[in-house]
């Protein structure tokens, strides 16, 4: 059994939103042809209260980073603030298709990249236990940002023992500091990610 694992396709990821990543939307027709193609289609959703600790206070502060309980985090623009605009997922990306939807940073005292555990891997979200529960051993890896959620996302699931792809042209990444997004790739390869095209995988 594998599965698809979108990653935050969410509109304050996307050119006009909040925390817009270049191209972002460009994603959204192959990642839909993608779910013709795989077993099961689980999403991931940002979900942050407000007022959650990742968030910058003064717009001058995006960027840094600072202590947030005991972990390294990066100030970020408000975003995918729960219930609102920026949190749904990108137009036309085909939901109907989804067959569950993973919601992640919800702690306002801890941040959340990766779709399974939060970063002091001290809670799960419940896709992990899912995975296993329907006996997938393969997962395809799209979404936004490659150098974040997508890259902490992949990295869990190759951790948990599943084969699992990095789909690269299904991808955008924020790119922070030039070279972040050919960072990540390599650094997904090392942990033993294969990291594809969308067209090589077959229709089937
Ligand atoms: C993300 C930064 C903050 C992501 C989420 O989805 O990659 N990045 N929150
Ligand atoms: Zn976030």
């Known amino acids: 059994m594998n599965a698809l694992i979108i990653v935050d396709v969410q509109n304050d990821f996307i050119p006009g939103g909040a925390l817009a990543v270049a191209g972002g939307n460009e994603i959204v027709p ?52 729960q219930e609102t605009f920026g949190a749904e997922f990108v137009d036309g990306l085909n939901i109907e298709r989804f067959d569950t939807v993973f919601r992640k940073g919800t702690d306002p005292g801890i941040d ?18 899912y995975l296993r529960d ?37 991808c955008r990444g924020v790119n922070l500091t030039p070279g972040d997004v050919d960072r990540a790739v390599a650094e997904m390869r090392d942990a033993g990610i294969a990291i594809i095209q969308s067209n090589v995988l077959d229709p089937t």
């Open 30 to 81: 192959v990642i839909n042809q993608l779910m013709e193609q795989c077993d099961l289609v689980v999403a991931t959703q940002d979900w942050h209260p407000e007022g959650h600790g990742s968030f910058a206070q003064r717009p001058e502060d995006i960027g840094m980073v600072v202590d947030l309980n005991g972990l390294d985090q990066v100030l970020w623009p408000v975003h995918c603030v």
């Open 134 to 170: 329907q006996q997938v051993d393969e997962a395809f890896v799209v979404g936004l940002a490659t150098d974040y959620c997508v890259k902490f996302t992949a990295l869990d699931l190759v951790d948990m023992g599943l084969r699992t792809t990095l789909i690269v042209d299904a």
């Open 112 to 129: 959340s990249y990766s779709g399974l555990f939060d970063n002091g891997k001290r809670k799960a979200t419940g896709l992990d236990q």
